[in-house]
T-cell receptor
Framework: DAGVTQSPTHLIKTRGQQVTLRCSPK?????VSWYQQALGQGPQFIFQ???????QRGNFPDRFSGHQYPNYSSELNVNALLLGDSALYLC???????????FGSGTRLTVV | KNEVEQSPQNLTAQEGEFITINCSYS?????LHWLQQHPGGGIVSLFM???GKKKHGRLIATINIQEKHSSLHITASHPRDSAVYIC??????????FGTGTSLTVIP
């Protein structure tokens, strides 16, 4: 039973570029949440997708956008990258109401 | 002030010691989660609590809803328990608030 899969595992981008991170949820899960974890900090909620729509959003600018596909996989897009966007980006999948919450191993993004 | 506060931030213990990590939260919750994060970033969900106490192997999690406080205990600690332990409060809108984590090192 595959858990949550994220790709790529590591990524280096230059300031101003755009990046797309991908997440495949655990089998049977239909809700995907994205988090940003800066070094030494706890994860910060970016947004959650359910039924291909953004259901909730944290305090992140519009440069952060997402998408969920009919197979429940999801993408996180960040435009106009800033140095401060360097972080570990975590994806978590769950059933509705966050039952069975499962995290992926994350994508480590470095902006130079 | 963060919605979720954990203590201590760092903890070093000898193998076999009993360990306690504390978490206080200020938001109304539907559940309190304890997570384990290993070097490299992967996060594992340990417990999801809405009341009382849960036990899994050497791990015990308790919550006091009135005091808005939860504790994670590790009995007979082992070097493989070394990791960052994160407390996360899930509010009634299914949004998570995370603590900054407690970095645990267990020395053989």
């Amino acid at each position: 039973d595959a858990g949550v899969t994220q790709s790529p595992t590591h990524l280096i981008k230059t300031r101003g570029q755009q990046v797309t991170l991908r997440c495949s949820p655990k089998s049977g899960h239909d809700t995907v949440s994205w988090y940003q974890q800066a070094l030494g900090q706890g994860p910060q909620f970016i947004f959650q997708y359910y039924e291909e729509e953004e259901r909730q959003r944290g305090n992140f600018p519009d440069r952060f956008s997402g998408h969920q596909y009919p197979n429940y996989s999801s993408e996180l897009n960040v435009n106009a990258l800033l140095l401060g966007d360097s972080a570990l980006y975590l994806c978590a999948s769950s059933l509705p109401d966050n039952y069975g919450y499962t995290f992926g191993s994350g994508t480590r993004l470095t902006v130079v | 002030k963060n919605e979720v506060e954990q203590s201590p931030q760092n903890l070093t213990a000898q193998e076999g010691e009993f360990i306690t990590i504390n978490c206080s939260y200020s938001v109304g919750i539907s559940a309190l989660h304890w997570l384990q994060q290993h070097p490299g970033g992967g996060i594992v969900s340990l417990f999801m609590l809405s009341s009382g106490k849960k036990k899994h192997g050497r791990l015990i999690a308790t919550i006091n809803i009135q005091e808005k406080h939860s504790s994670l205990h590790i009995t007979a600690s082992h070097p493989r328990d070394s990791a960052v332990y994160i407390c996360a409060a899930e509010n009634t809108g299914n949004q998570f608030y995370f603590g900054t984590g407690t970095s645990l090192t267990v020395i053989p």
